[in-house]
């Protein structure tokens, strides 16, 4: 089995050692193939994917997280490409997306609304990309959190 001691964080590119714990999370994980994981950057503080230290940055940078487009929620959107067919989840309110074309729509709607919320993306060949995390306001999370609640209730985005 390859080695799952050290870890880079998809936002911060810190490279981290695992502790036990997580380690004991990854381990069966990993042996069963389940190639999306997310665990806590020491470093950061935020929730990141599991990226082997090994891969290729390239790879990692593929794969880095959108911040969640709906009103009150601070958290992260990842491509789901092991289900089918695939699509962009949110693990914190559970919103998905099974069309790119619609989680742009809302980045921008977002970003529209609150104006503090276009450091979470960079606009790159007419697409929003994830942006860099030390771009988005220190209190991000609290401003967030004070936003109105979203008036869409189904969890399925488009």
């Not at 992260?76 to 914190?92: M, Y």
């Not at 609150?114 to 306001?137: C, T, V």
Request: net charge negative.
């Amino acid at each position: 089995m390859d080695s799952i001691n050290n870890a880079r964080c998809q936002l911060c590119k810190e490279t981290f050692e695992l502790d036990a714990k997580q380690k004991q999370f990854i381990a069966p994980l990993v042996a069963k193939g389940q190639r999306f994981i997310m665990i806590e950057c020491p470093s950061c503080g935020s929730s990141t994917q599991y990226v082997k230290a090994e891969q290729p940055l390239v790879t990692a940078m593929q794969a880095a997280n959108y911040r969640c487009p709906i009103s009150q929620c601070a958290g992260w959107v990842d491509l789901i490409d092991e289900q089918s067919p695939p699509f962009w989840g949110c693990g914190e309110c559970g919103s998905v997306w099974y069309e790119e074309k619609n989680l742009q729509k809302e980045i921008t709607v977002i970003i529209n609304s609150f104006p503090y919320r276009a450091g979470s993306y960079k606009k790159l060949n007419g697409e929003w990309i994830p942006g860099d995390l030390h771009s988005e306001p220190k209190d991000y999370e609290e401003l967030v959190a004070k936003e109105p609640a979203d008036e869409h209730d189904k969890l399925v985005r488009g």
